[in-house]
T-cell receptor
């Protein structure tokens, strides 16, 4: 079965510390991978995505994610977080042959403390 | 550039009342349109999607319905709201002619509280 798992529902970290938000998927077909960010009471914004090519993708605000096919993972990382990174992060997967629909993980709430 | 609008932003409705949420997209033609619901601790649940006017696909059985009367308008409705319909409703669009791998863009959302 095709599924997306975000194991951590909440991740508290201190400002300037590194963070990793985990995402794993299950699929027997090719996948396209996305990370979205949601700030309080707002819609979702695309953070980064992997379609093909280099397995390491970066966002403009310092986040990066690496596609690991053997481990079926697409973990999101940032070497030094800011207070403004406090938000909920959703991993999403588009499975080949799915008409382009996204399957979302349940989200990880990142809380950055001073 | 493309923009997506949702209204109302917030809605408080009594149980058993009707519902109509509207989503419109500007700056694109023939988009794929989506309705999601976000409930506390449950992530995003795809409710409906549409690939064209009058074409609606339902992902989950429920007392909600969707309609697409115009190319860039997507409406979510209910005849009688339940307490369990409370949540944050998000509309999204994607280029209709695009293949897989294309990004979905989300609206600002409507927060619905059913009392």
């Amino acid at each position: 079965a095709q599924s997306v798992t975000q194991l951590d529902s909440q991740v508290p970290v201190f400002e300037e510390a590194p963070v990793e938000l985990r995402c794993n998927y299950s699929s027997s077909v090719s996948v396209y991978l996305f990370w979205y960010v949601q700030y309080p009471n707002q819609g979702l914004q695309l953070l980064l995505k992997y379609l093909s090519g280099s397995t390491l993708v970066e966002s403009i605000n310092g986040f990066e994610a690496e596609f690991n096919k053997s481990q079926t993972s697409f973990h999101l990382r940032k070497p030094s977080v800011h207070i403004s990174d406090t938000a909920e992060y959703f991993c999403a997967v588009q499975f080949e042959g799915s008409q382009g629909n996204l399957i979302f993980g349940k989200g990880t709430k990142l809380s950055v403390k001073p | 550039s493309q923009t997506i609008h949702q209204w109302p932003a917030t809605l408080v409705q009594p149980v058993g009342s009707p519902l109509s949420l509207e989503c419109t997209v500007e700056g694109t033609s023939n988009p794929n349109l989506y309705w999601y619901r976000q409930a506390a601790g449950r992530g995003l649940q795809l409710l409906f999607y549409s690939v064209g006017i009058g074409q609606i696909s339902s992902e989950v059985p429920q007392n909600l319905s969707a309609s697409r009367p115009q190319d860039r308008q997507f409406i979510l409705s209910s005849k009688k709201l339940l307490l369990s319909d409370s949540g944050f409703y998000l509309c999204a669009w994607k280029g209709g002619l695009a293949g897989v791998g294309e990004t979905q863009y989300f609206g600002p959302g409507t927060r619905l509280l059913v009392l």
